[in-house]
């Protein structure tokens, strides 16, 4: 059994930066990918950043080129910092995580396509973070 706790939300002006964690505890060895999405009131949760492998990072196009994803395997923690904010980036921001590969390529395809995802699309959610944009 695996355990995610995500860290590091708050609220912050446009422009500001933020940096979340999510940290993994339990049974992490078969872990294969972990990924951020985010949920906003009245929206789907859709696809942010993943990586899986240890090295094949994705963005979301709405959020390339201001946030970085980056994993310290040695901590079992996965980070999003997060530059030049913007309002439409306030969310509550999830990491998920799978120790199926298959579901890794679905993490990944939904990732790059800015897709929606729910629950049960994968096998462990942490409690979420919230983000707050202020204009």
């Known amino acids: 059994q695996v355990q995610l706790v995500e860290s590091g939300g708050g609220s912050v002006q446009t422009g500001g930066s933020l940096r979340l964690s999510c940290a993994a505890s339990?049974?992490?060895?078969?872990?294969?990918?972990m990924a951020w999405f985010r949920q906003a009131p009245g929206k789907e949760r859709e696809g942010v950043a993943s990586i899986v492998s240890g090295s094949t990072i994705s963005y979301a196009d709405s959020v390339k080129g201001r946030f970085t994803i980056s994993q310290d395997s040695a901590k079992n923690t996965l980070y999003l910092q997060m530059n030049s904010l913007k309002p439409e980036d306030t969310a509550k921001y999830y990491c998920?995580?799978?120790?199926?590969?298959?579901?890794?390529?679905?993490?990944?395809?939904?990732?790059?396509?800015?897709?929606?995802?729910?629950?049960?699309?994968?096998?462990?959610w942490g409690q979420g973070t919230q983000v707050t944009v202020s204009s």
């Open positions: 339990g049974y992490t060895t078969n872990l294969l990918c």
């Open positions: 998920a995580a799978e120790s199926f590969f298959p579901k890794c390529i679905k993490m990944q395809t939904t990732v790059i396509l800015g897709a929606s995802a729910s629950a049960p699309d994968f096998s462990v």
